[in-house]
């Protein structure tokens, strides 16, 4: 794996062996102590963060690595400087680069302008580190190969990743969102046949899994309110999260808007997993930069 940008373009067999990998280095926090010392990694947010954040930064930490911190307020990515630039300087410095973008052609670009290895820490698009870290969660509940994975709000980059590496590795993966907010083609048609579209909440029963994300991600703001009235009929809650099976867990990225896409019953319900998942998302992140750094 050179860059990891997308779980669209990820092998089955190597993200088999992220998961496996960020479970490992779960039973041992101090494993892979020294194996990135003198590595220097690059974090940049062009939106908000807290877990991607927290997790690169103590990820890269823990393994002896450097990590620094940019925002685009000091970098302005596009606006200072011409992205291609950016690409070519932060390289000569850093051994990788990790970052999150609104436009996921930015990174694309990225890619294709430095030779260290590009994380995507969350696009348009995608949000492969999540999805790492959700399989990861998932494995712990049931076998990835014998999953079924109900997705329901929009098709969004939380979806697209989530829906590809359920798929990939062989789980089944029902998405279920309003008419007009599913995910794009190209996700949809890499799914094959472990992959069913709807917009009906009623696929969510008999699922193992139960997942779902905010119905207006960073940058749709604007788009609030009209979402809300989409979505309305979408939101997990106890009736909702009953018709998946009784031993069911719940998963969402987070940041929850608690009342809107998930109600507190359900985030608080003892087969909620959100905060292994949220904790998850550091092993995960130690396994991608080994991977790629290693
Ligand atoms: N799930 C996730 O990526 O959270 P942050 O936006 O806080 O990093
Ligand atoms: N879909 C959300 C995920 C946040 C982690 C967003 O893009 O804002």
New binding site residues.
């Given amino acids: 794996m050179i860059d990891f940008i997308g779980i669209l373009d990820t092998r089955a067999d190597t993200l088999a062996r992220l998961v496996d990998s960020a479970s490992r280095i779960k039973q041992d926090r101090g494993l892979h102590r020294s194996a990135l010392t003198g590595m220097r990694i690059g974090l940049f947010f062009e939106k908000?963060?807290?877990?991607?954040?927290v997790s690169s930064e103590i990820a890269s930490v823990e393994m002896g690595a450097y990590p620094v911190v940019l925002g685009q307020h000091e970098v302005g990515l596009g606006t200072r400087e011409a992205v291609r630039d950016v690409a070519r300087v932060l390289d000569r410095y850093l051994d990788l680069l990790a970052l999150r973008v609104f436009n996921h052609s930015v990174l694309v670009e990225i890619a294709r302008y430095a030779e260290a290895p590009v994380v995507n820490l969350?696009s348009d698009v995608e949000?492969p580190c999540?999805a790492v870290a959700d399989l990861q969660t998932i494995a712990e509940h049931r076998p990835l190969d014998e999953v079924v994975v109900a997705y329901v709000g929009d098709g969004n980059n939380v979806c697209h990743s989530l829906m590809a590496g359920v798929t990939l590795l062989g789980g089944d993966m029902r998405v279920v969102c309003p008419p007009g907010f599913e995910p794009s083609a190209r996700f949809v048609e890499s799914g094959g046949d472990g992959l069913t579209v709807s917009s009906d909440p009623r696929a969510v029963e008999g699922a193992d899994v139960v997942y779902t994300d905010v119905w207006a991600s960073m940058g749709q703001e604007s788009e609030a309110r009209a979402r809300a009235e989409a979505f309305a009929a979408y939101r997990v809650d106890g009736a909702m999260f009953g018709l998946a099976r009784p031993d069911a867990i719940f998963l969402h990225?987070?940041?929850a808007h608690r009342g809107d896409e998930v109600t507190d019953e359900v985030i608080e319900h003892p087969g909620s997993r959100v905060f292994d998942q949220a904790e998850n998302?550091l092993h995960a992140m130690k396994a991608i930069l080994l991977e790629l750094l290693g």
């Fill in positions: 908000p963060s807290t877990r991607t954040r969350l949000h999540q990225c987070l940041p998302r």
